[in-house]
């Protein structure tokens, strides 16, 4: 269980959850007509929505084989399907799915169209009935405290609505509030958004993008308990509910599992690192006049190789105010670097450097404990 909800998280992440019709079987999925369910318990007509997405289909009614639409039917919606060429062959020979073009496509969408305005028109009726009676059964109690709560319902519902219309739910504005991470004591100051993972049990799950080396990066998944704090935030409260379902996708959500994913995500990076640079990189490094007679330098360098470094060879230049090479320079300085660790060397160089003159770092060679040499990445 504990596997499958971890594939679960990976895939999320991601490319999202799998459903009937997605990306691995369609170009593009369209709503042309249909209805969705406000908090306020009305059915409120869409138009020509594309989604992500499209599951639990009651019919194919109608395929048009030049175009490669399959006409589709939910409970809610009546959609259009492009498919995939694979997915086309099949359903091109499913003799139980009519096969229509031009007209006749429009007059059987038409048809689907009446349907569900006719369906859910009646269940609208249905609703405004019974609203009608509870509050008639209310009305000698208490008749403003209803119609307050009833106002009060319906504009939280169109805000939530609103909000979910216009956002998506792995990307929550929250900038200005911090997020510590009880995993790893860590606080996130949140500039702009945050990328949600998952909301279990109290637990806010999120993911930061961390900097490397080397210009790469790699994601970290954090873990914040829903405190009073969060609690009184309306852009949490706000995004919590309008995405509850899309919060919850996750199950058994806990500490082992994020600790796994962060894992997997750092040596990818590290995978990267010795990709970029086999035998190591530079780091940092440094240069300092000291007086008028000498410089210091200080250079930092990554052992990415397995066999532990030695010494480091550096060679710079020292380049005038009109980019002319006035000296080369070398330094060979013993250390001991292990396997994905770092070290620093620390030099100093007998000459003075005059307004407008800088140093270049142009090659690096690390020689390793059996006697081999290797340049490394600057």
Request: proline share 2%; charged share 25%; net charge neutral.
């Amino acid at each position: 269980m504990r596997r499958l909800a971890l594939f679960l998280l990976v895939s999320f992440v991601s490319i999202g959850a799998f459903a009937q019709y997605n990306n691995g079987n369609s170009f593009m999925r369209r709503v042309l007509f249909g209805y969705q369910q406000h908090d306020d318990g009305f059915y409120y007509p869409v138009t020509d929505i594309l989604v992500d997405e499209l599951d639990h289909v009651e019919a194919a009614y109608a395929y048009d084989k030049k175009a490669q639409n399959l006409y589709v039917r939910t409970a809610a919606y009546n959609c259009v399907v492009t498919l995939t060429k694979e997915y086309a062959n099949v359903v091109k020979e499913n003799k139980h799915i009519p096969q229509l073009k031009g007209g006749a496509v429009d007059m059987r969408v038409m048809a689907e169209n009446k349907r569900l305005e006719d369906k859910f028109t009646r269940l609208n009726e249905e609703r405004k009935a019974h609203l009608e009676d509870s509050i008639a059964k209310v009305r000698a109690d208490s008749i403003e405290k209803a119609r307050q709560d009833s106002l009060r319902k319906v504009r939280e519902a169109q805000e939530v609505a609103a909000y979910r219309a216009s956002h998506d739910w792995k990307c929550m504005h929250f900038a200005g509030q911090r997020l510590s991470c009880s995993l790893c004591q860590n606080t996130l100051l949140v500039e702009d958004t945050v990328a949600c993972v998952a909301l279990v049990d109290s637990v806010f799950y999120y993911r930061e993008e961390q900097k490397g080396d080397l210009g790469l990066s790699f994601s970290v998944i954090h873990a914040t308990p829903v405190d009073s704090i969060l609690l009184k935030d309306k852009r949490f409260n706000l995004h919590s509910k309008a995405f509850k379902d899309s919060l919850a996708i996750i199950e058994g959500m806990d500490a082992d599992m994020v600790e796994v994913f962060n894992n997997v995500a750092y040596m990818g990076y590290v995978d990267s690192l010795r990709t970029i640079a086999p035998n190591g990189y530079v780091s940092q490094w440094k240069w300092t006049p000291l007086d008028s007679t000498s410089v210091d330098v200080k250079l930092g360098y990554v052992n990415m190789n397995e066999k532990a470094v030695k010494a480091i060879d550096s060679h710079y230049q020292l380049i005038d105010s009109e980019g002319k090479v006035l000296k080369n320079i070398q330094a060979k300085i013993d250390t001991v670097i292990e396997y994905m660790q770092q070290g620093e060397v620390q030099t100093k160089f007998p000459f003075a450097i005059t307004e407008g003159m800088e140093m270049k770092l142009t090659k690096v060679v690390v020689i390793y404990a059996d006697g081999t040499k290797a340049a490394g990445k600057i």
